[in-house]
């Protein structure tokens, strides 16, 4: 059975912290990795990861896969009260039709000013 | 905001009753996916459709049900509803069956 975990559970940190979010997996034929961030309900898209894109870049976030070891960090630098939200990972397969997400429990963040 | 909308925002119906959410996807997006988030949960995959078909399912029972329309809006329906039901019910497109998957508000369903 696909099982992906993220760590920490839970996470409190000032305005201006750097944090690392981790997120591992367990799957066969993975396709590719995805994080969110959901802050009230509809969790938005940040990043995917494929074997043609191990590292990708957005402002203040980053991301990078690493498929031997089968993880991935995302990366929050000079946090802000905004970034308060849980992040969530989820990867994809070949062993299904489709696109289905199969998600870890997430990590509860808060930014404290 | 994505462009992927939901309805209703939030519903309370009986153990044994019927519901039907609804989805309208983004704009170019031929694929809905449909999740179940319980509070504290990562969201679990229900089931998807592409293109007015099911295209891969999850572990819930049969009486999960949906529907996929020319418009490529969807519809969910879950019967003989029980109170472990009770979650956050989100609808995802893509532009295509393989492509990264935008999430609309949820509908919040509670039942008693």
């Known amino acids: 059975e696909d099982k992906v975990v993220q760590s920490p559970l839970s996470l409190v940190v000032h305005e201006g912290d750097t944090v690392t979010l981790n997120c591992s997996y367990e799957?066969?034929?993975?396709?590719?990795l995805l994080w969110y961030k959901q802050e009230k309900k509809a969790p938005t898209f940040l990043f995917m990861l494929t074997s043609s894109g191990i590292e990708k870049k957005s402002g203040r976030l980053s991301s990078i896969l690493d498929k031997k070891e089968l993880f991935s960090i995302l990366n929050i630098t000079a946090t802000q009260t905004g970034d308060s939200a849980v992040y969530l990972c989820?990867?994809?397969?070949?062993?299904?039709?489709?696109?289905?997400?199969?998600f870890g429990g997430g990590t509860r963040l808060m930014v404290k000013p | 905001e994505t462009g992927v909308t939901q309805s209703p925002t939030h519903l309370i119906k009986t153990r044994g009753q019927q519901v039907t959410l609804r989805c309208s996807s983004q704009?170019?997006?031929?694929?809905v996916s449909w999740y179940q988030q319980a509070l504290g949960q990562g969201p679990q995959f229900i089931f998807q459709?592409?293109?007015?078909?099911?295209?891969g399912r999850g572990n819930f029972p049969p009486r999960f049900s949906g529907l996929q329309f020319p418009n490529y809006s969807s519809e969910l329906n879950v019967n003989a509803l029980e109170l472990d039901d009770s979650a956050l019910y989100l609808c995802?497109?893509?532009?295509?069956?393989?492509?990264?998957?935008?999430f609309g508000p949820g509908t919040r369903l509670t039942v008693t």
């Open positions: 459709y592409y293109r007015e078909e099911e295209n």
């Open positions: 989820a990867v994809t397969t070949d062993n299904n039709a489709g696109n289905m997400l199969t």
């Open positions: 704009s170019g997006h031929n694929t």
């Open positions: 995802a497109s893509s532009k295509d069956s393989y492509y990264e998957q935008y």
């Open positions: 799957v066969t034929n993975f396709r590719s």
